[in-house]
């Protein structure tokens, strides 16, 4: 996920940016850039929740071009089979998201990343089937979906100091709190709202999620 980049300043934890629910796409391809254009951003998921197949072959066709230009990983939410058809470069399921296994032969090298809610059990799952990634969460309150686990800082840590998967943290995140996830060792945080609600627009929001990032990671 856009490994090239320089994390020195960031303890290598990276912002995961997920888009909103529901879109105006020609807009919204032009929000994107502006975004992706204000700071670092490891990967860009599409989470069209009530979309069809075609109005989400059609985001991915204005959307994923926007992301790749920058070297930004696009990854489709739910549906692993449509992400390969589309030439996605990866995949989020969920764990009612349909088979991981038969998903991760799917998709071959491409990015594979699984919910594990606050489950130890079903992230070690995730990870002796090849998942790129785990996401834990919710972390914090979220009005972007109706979440049923919480997930605390010590899964984190248990997992940093055990595996080498990488592990997002979601739910709830904003530039104000993230700073105890970053030091509990995600390795991406994952944001809707902290990038698309920000006051000032989408780009403060990511400058806003890099630089809290930045001081966390910073020793002491
Ligand atoms: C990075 C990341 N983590 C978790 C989720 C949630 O996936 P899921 O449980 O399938 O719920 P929906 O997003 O499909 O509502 C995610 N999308 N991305
Ligand atoms: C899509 C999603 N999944 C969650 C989980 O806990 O699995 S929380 C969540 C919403 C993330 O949006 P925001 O950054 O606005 O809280
Ligand atoms: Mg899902």
Redesign the pocket.
């Known amino acids: 996920m856009n490994a090239a980049r320089d994390t020195s300043s960031s303890n290598g934890c990276r912002l995961y940016l997920?888009t909103p629910p529901r879109i105006e796409l020609a807009a919204f391809r032009d929000q994107l850039a502006t975004a992706l254009d204000a700071g670092d951003v490891a990967c860009l998921q599409l989470?069209l929740k009530d979309a069809s197949p075609d109005e989400i072959k059609r985001a991915v066709e204005a959307l994923m071009p926007v992301a790749q230009a920058r070297d930004v990983a696009f990854i489709l939410n739910d549906d692993a089979a449509l992400a390969m058809a589309l030439g996605c470069d990866g995949a989020h399921l969920g764990q009612t998201d349909g088979d991981h296994e038969g998903a991760r032969k799917l998709l071959k090298d491409r990015i594979l990343g699984i919910?594990c809610?606050a489950s130890r059990h079903l992230a070690m799952e995730a990870g002796e089937l090849g998942a790129d990634y785990v996401?834990f969460?919710?972390f914090f309150p979220?009005?972007?979906?109706e979440?049923l686990?919480t997930a605390g800082t010590d899964l984190l840590e248990w997992w940093s100091e055990m595996m080498e998967v990488p592990s997002v943290a979601?739910?709830?995140?904003t530039a104000e709190n993230c700073a105890p996830l970053v030091r509990a060792g995600a390795d991406f945080l994952?944001?809707?709202?902290?990038v698309w609600n920000h006051p000032d627009g989408a780009a403060a929001g990511v400058r806003a999620m890099n630089a809290a990032i930045a001081a966390a990671s910073l020793p002491g």
């Not at 979601?170 to 995140?173: D, E, L, R, S, V």
């Open positions: 997920i989470r919910t809610h996401a969460g919710a979220t009005g972007t979906k979440t686990h979601i739910g709830g995140i994952a944001v809707v709202g902290a």
